[in-house]
């Protein structure tokens, strides 16, 4: 027993080359769970990360002691949920780098933060012919509120192709602009392929032609270092759930003169000045755009998630991910018949990958008997499916409370894959 | 039931070596059956004679459990009325979905696919070549597998 005991502490200090980091695998009670008597390998955190207990106990904290409805009524347990929730969009402001927390808007997630840009922004300035221009590279999220927009008001998408590697063709992206354009829309990271777009470059572009900027941040905050005053974008969007909070909770971030200039999406109770019959004057921001009562608890459980990453540090976060990357890159193209969809060297730990002659939803299967939980199908991303001209990928995504060890795991579940449709 | 026995040989077998897998010059009959989770894609073609399937084969993309079922429920209905071919194709969707303890026996070699009811993500490609067999019996042209609210209802990871 000893022997297998240090083999496995010092098999757990190899995989932590960043000093410390490991240590937080601990901090997630699911990651101890077994699947059919195998250890849970979970490398699906781009479709959702798990919770670590201080944001459970949070949530539970919260229900427990503090909750009531926001914004409302006098007494105390009112006070004090409102004061959580509002103390939890300040996380947030810190963590972004937004000038005041008004700029922050609590949505139930990123696919709502977009929707909402659609019709706050979108519909109020977005005319017949204008032109929105979108990558190859999105979600269908940042996809399909704009066909929407664009066929109500009868403008055009026009789409930023990608290279073979999965890099976005910045110079191809320029040509895009012309006296028509009137929004842009792109990801930060690309949640089929974990391509990092280089955001910044674009945002200037956009900026140089006056046209205002949407960042799909979903794939990128829970991975990467977020500065919007850097980054000069005029919108950014992410949700909790991929960064170790809760499920319906996210933000829009928006620059405050915009936020200001546009229409509400939702209307509702917390979103008026005042309402009579003949006329309704509306919230300042934030509120012009929370109608009726939040997921209080999701809000203040997404201010401990984002407690608990910066206790971690996005940037150790991101140096041992990037190790995991390159390790698991390292030993997938080692596999003969397995092939990496997206593999340029600017990426977040997202591997995307096909085998020779086996369905994803297969592999997928295969794997899932093993513990192991990859997200098998087309990632909510089809035009980049046809782009690579595949139907569906296989995909591990990584966070900073797997191993080598779990890498290691899945590329001996690949082989075993191939051994039962070799038979 | 084990995870493993989905990937049966018998699977495996009809996966690596597709019963009926062409295409017909004119049939009477085609439909193209669609499960856009997986991508899975089939075209079916029949040709139909006095109410019965004289000929029937498929083509197209898609996992080994699909392709498994296409195979197998060609060979099964090949031969029989459309009467028949509708109520085995009832028969083998109440396999896959009913919450019921029925005895399938008499579906034969397709109870192997019995095994994929306990993975409610892979029902939808088991069950597709079968709904796309009724599609072109009826002439609808095209099936999915996003049309049967029974499936909708299991617990699918629907994430799209």
């Not at chain 1, 009531?68 to 347990?77: D, G, K, Q, W």
């Not at chain 1, 204008?130 to 664009?150: F, G, K, R, T, Y």
């Not at chain 1, 895009?176 to 929004?183: A, P, V, Y």
């Amino acid at each position: 027993m000893k022997i297998v005991d240090t083999l496995v502490t010092s098999s757990a200090q190899q995989t932590t080359t960043v000093p410390g980091i490991g240590q937080f695998r601990a901090d997630f009670p699911i990651l101890d769970i077994k699947v059919d008597d195998k250890p849970l390998i979970y490398l699906d955190n781009a479709a959702s990360s798990q919770m670590p207990q201080a944001v459970i106990d949070c949530l539970v904290r919260y229900q427990k002691t503090q909750h009531a409805n926001i914004h409302r009524a006098v007494h105390y347990l009112s006070n004090l949920a409102t004061q959580e929730y509002e103390a939890a969009r300040c996380k947030l402001q810190n963590f972004i780098g937004a000038r005041e927390d008004r700029e922050v808007i609590f949505t139930s997630g990123t696919t709502d933060s977009i929707n909402l840009v659609m019709h706050g922004y979108g519909r109020k300035f977005i005319q017949r012919g204008d032109e929105i221009i979108l990558s190859e590279l999105e979600h269908h999220s940042n996809i399909v509120p704009w066909q929407m927009l664009a066929e109500e008001r009868g403008a055009h998408i026009r789409v930023a192709p990608i290279n073979d590697a999965g890099e976005l063709l910045v110079e191809e992206y320029e040509k895009l602009f012309n006296s028509k354009t009137r929004f842009v829309a792109l990801s930060h990271v690309s949640n089929a392929l974990g391509s990092i777009n280089p955001i910044k470059r674009m945002i200037a572009i956009a900026h140089q032609h006056d046209v205002p900027v949407l960042i799909d941040g979903a794939q990128a905050a829970p991975h990467l270092k977020i500065d919007v005053q850097d980054l000069d974008c005029d919108f950014y969007a992410f949700s909790a759930h991929k960064m170790c909070g809760p499920t319906g909770i996210g933000i829009l971030y928006g620059k405050a003169h915009l936020l200001e200039s546009m229409q509400p999406f939702k209307g509702g109770g917390d979103m008026i000045a005042s309402v009579s019959f003949e006329k309704t004057t509306y919230n300042e921001i934030p509120y012009k755009f929370e109608a009726g009562t939040p997921p209080i608890a999701a809000a203040i459980g997404f201010g401990a998630a984002i407690d608990y990453l910066e206790q971690i540090g996005l940037d150790a976060i991101a140096d041992y991910e990037h190790e995991l990357l390159l390790y698991a890159s390292e030993q997938i193209r080692m596999i003969p018949g397995v092939k990496i969809i997206g593999d340029c060297p600017d990426k977040v730990a997202v591997i995307s990958f096909v085998i020779d002659g086996i369905h994803p939803h297969d592999v997928g299967t295969l794997l899932n008997q093993e513990g192991i939980a990859v997200r098998t199908g087309h990632h909510c991303a089809q035009p980049i499916m046809q782009r690579f001209n595949v139907a569906a990928t296989s995909r591990a995504s990584f966070s900073f409370y797997n191993t080598k060890k779990e890498i290691d795991a899945l590329v001996a579940g690949i082989r075993s894959v191939q051994k039962v449709f070799a038979q | 039931m084990s995870l493993k026995s989905i990937y049966q040989e018998v699977i495996l077998d009809h996966n690596r070596k597709p019963r009926n897998y062409g295409s017909l010059s004119h049939p009477t009959h085609h439909a193209t059956g669609h499960n856009p989770l997986c991508g899975d894609r089939i075209d079916l073609d029949v040709n139909m004679l006095n109410e019965r399937i004289e000929e029937i084969v498929f083509r197209g993309e898609s996992c080994a459990i699909c392709k498994a079922s296409s195979s197998m429920m060609t060979n099964a209905v090949k031969g029989r009325s459309r009467q028949e071919a509708e109520a085995l194709i009832q028969e083998f969707r109440d396999m896959l979905v009913s919450r019921e303890n029925k005895d399938f026996d008499h579906l034969g070699r397709l109870k192997v696919l019995a095994g994929v009811r306990d993975l409610p993500t892979r029902v939808k490609c088991a069950i597709l070549p079968w709904h796309t067999l009724h599609a072109a019996m009826n002439s609808t042209g095209d099936a999915t597998t996003e049309a049967d609210s029974h499936l909708n209802n299991k617990p699918v990871a629907n994430n799209y």
